[in-house]
């Protein structure tokens, strides 16, 4: 079977396009919201989907012991989610959602990666920049075609993934750098989190890139230059080793997502967030603006 290339961590509408359908290609609806949104993500999708794809539940795909939301989940959890889709270690895979921001794709797509999964992307602009190009649409419920799965073998790769210890010592000056990627009212304190009980601000030393930031006008990824402007911007730098962090390891992931699109693969994501963070009363919190770079 010839594999299809993907180009790189994130592919366009166009390109998607031209290699639908084709063998060893999977598509996934990774699609997720808070819970505040009221939106039912499976709902959506099956009322409008890209042909062919199948829904990659976040919260079922995570760890149901965790009191944190949808953490990573054990890797043989991981594998038992990826054959009920009929993805295998040769899988090429695309995910997108229908957020118009890039929100929860690049979760899935991170996650896939820390289990050593490479072969796998983000579609640009999700399901609204292939709807804005005219693509059809499936309704209903997915149907595999794989008869028997060929089974899953994750491979972690702890480097992806950073404790509540780490960060902290990070923030005491540990070499790396904190990315935040909340809304900056969040960030300062000002503005209440959208769960309850998670005192508002941020981590200390850590530099404020909100994710809404990373899309343009129209729902895509801002390019190289825009991205390099903003990091310098926001006073990071990428020189460094680098942490995504945000509400609760979603969002964060955009930066890791447009920091390996640009070459940059060793992003590490703070898999427990502001959620655990925020909740915790034994972990120093900061208020305001960030601290001068």
Same mark, same amino acid.
Not at 8 to 13: E, H, K, Q, R, T
Not at 109 to 133: K, P, S
Not at 242 to 252: D, H, K, M, V, Y
């Given at each position: 079977m010839t594999q299809v290339h993907l180009p790189?961590?994130?592919?366009?509408?166009d390109w998607l396009a031209n290699h639908l359908g084709s063998?060893?290609?999977?598509?996934?609806?990774?699609?997720?919201?808070? $819970?505040?949104?009221? @939106?039912?993500? !499976?709902?959506?999708?099956? %009322? #409008?989907?890209?042909? =062919? /794809?199948?829904?990659? &539940?976040?919260?079922?795909?995570?760890?149901?012991?965790?009191?944190?939301?949808?953490?990573?989940?054990?890797?043989?959890?991981?594998a038992a989610c990826a054959e009920a889709l009929g993805v295998s270690n040769r899988s090429a895979v695309v995910v997108y959602d229908a957020s118009g921001v890039n929100l929860s794709a690049p979760r899935v797509?991170?996650?896939?990666?820390?289990?050593?999964?490479?072969?796998?992307?983000?579609?640009?602009?999700?399901?609204?920049?292939?709807?804005?190009?005219g693509h059809?649409?499936?309704?209903?419920?997915?149907?595999?075609?794989?008869?028997?799965?060929?089974?899953?073998?994750?491979?972690?790769? $702890?480097?992806?993934? @950073?404790?509540? !210890?780490?960060?902290?010592? %990070? #923030?005491?000056?540990? =070499? /790396?750098?904190?990315? &935040?990627m909340r809304p900056r009212g969040r960030f300062e304190g000002t503005a209440a989190e959208p769960r309850p009980g998670l005192r508002g601000g941020h981590v200390p030393g850590s530099r404020s890139l909100p994710y809404r930031d990373l899309v343009d006008e129209e729902g895509l990824?801002?390019?190289?230059?825009?991205?390099?402007?903003?990091?310098?911007?926001a006073g990071i730098d990428s020189s460094r080793p680098?942490?995504?962090?945000?509400?609760?390891?979603?969002?964060?992931c955009a930066f890791a997502w447009l920091m390996a699109r640009d070459g940059r693969e060793d992003v590490a994501i703070y898999d427990g967030s502001w959620s655990e963070w925020g909740g915790r009363d034994d972990l120093p919190v900061d208020t305001g603006p960030p601290d001068p770079a």
């Open positions: 790189g961590a994130a592919v366009s509408v063998p060893g290609l999977v598509v996934l609806d990774g699609s997720w919201y808070l $819970p505040s949104s009221g @939106r039912d993500p !499976a709902r959506e999708f099956r %009322a #409008a989907h890209i042909p =062919g /794809a199948r829904f990659f &539940d976040v919260d079922a795909c995570s760890d149901p012991e965790a009191d944190l939301p949808h953490t990573v989940p054990h890797p043989e959890r991981f797509w991170w996650t896939f990666r820390y289990f050593g999964h490479e072969r796998v992307a983000v579609l640009d602009g999700g399901l609204g920049a292939w709807q804005g190009a059809p649409l499936d309704t209903g419920e997915a149907v595999l075609t794989l008869e028997v799965p060929e089974p899953y073998v994750p491979t972690p790769r $702890p480097e992806l993934i @950073r404790s509540a !210890a780490q960060v902290l010592e %990070a #923030a005491r000056g540990g =070499g /790396a750098q904190i990315v &935040d990824a801002i390019g190289s230059d825009a991205l390099a402007a903003r990091l310098a911007r680098l942490i995504g962090t945000c509400g609760s390891g979603t969002s964060a």
